[in-house]
């Protein structure tokens, strides 16, 4: 493979996803979701990053991270095998699940970081799964604004910027469709 455009280094922001290979779904039920969080602690959390935001679609993922280690592509190799061989095996199914390796995209600035957390929470409500982002179960969005204790995401870096779990709800649901700076996100379409 080449090499990546974007390098990873220790203590920077990423914004990490991945889509099902041909735009397959790579979650198919409730158990699925959840066994990627886990798997996500298992192999990732602690060592290797610290998760600020996340939203698990049907048919991708999205994961903002602050990363502890410079070895990340090392670390998430075994983390998105565990999870393919354990849906092949579920459904029965060969070959690889999602499309390619992980993206990354470093993320350069607080604006961004702001505006990539708004995207983030915002993506089921953007691909018409649900009408407002705390009906979502796989999203960090319900611990951001305070409807279910969580230990997964790390809020500081984002909830510190706001008055309350209220300002950064009014944050949120106040989105910019047309935002230049997070256009390019848009993997799911």
């Known amino acids: 493979m080449p090499p990546r455009k974007v390098e990873f280094h220790t203590g920077h922001y990423y914004h990490l996803y991945n889509r099902g290979n041909n735009f397959q779904s790579v979650f198919f039920e409730r158990e699925n979701y959840l066994h990627f969080l886990r798997l996500l602690r298992q192999h990732l959390m602690g060592e290797a990053l610290d998760v600020i935001a996340y939203c698990l679609m049907p048919n991708h993922y999205h994961l903002l991270v602050n990363l502890k280690t410079d070895a990340l592509s090392k670390k998430m190799q075994p983390f998105l095998l565990a999870y393919t061989k354990a849906i092949n ?25 702001l505006h990539l957390v708004q995207y983030i929470h915002l993506n ?16 960090s969005y319900r611990e951001y604004v305070g409807l279910r204790d969580g230990t997964l995401p790390k809020m500081d870096a984002v909830r510190s910027q706001f008055t309350s779990a209220e300002a950064y709800c009014r944050f949120v649901k106040a989105h910019d469709e047309n935002h230049s ?9």
Do not use: C
């Not at 799964?129 to 009906?135: D, L």
């Not at 700076?181 to 379409?189: C, G, P, R, V």
């Open 89 to 113: 095996k579920r459904y029965e199914r060969v070959g690889s699940l999602f499309q390619g390796r992980f993206q990354g995209i470093h993320v350069d600035s607080n604006a961004y970081l």
């Open 124 to 139: 089921p409500v953007k691909a018409g799964f649900v009408k407002a982002p705390e009906a979502w179960e796989f999203s």
């Open 181 to 189: 700076m997070i256009k390019h996100l848009t993997i799911d379409e």
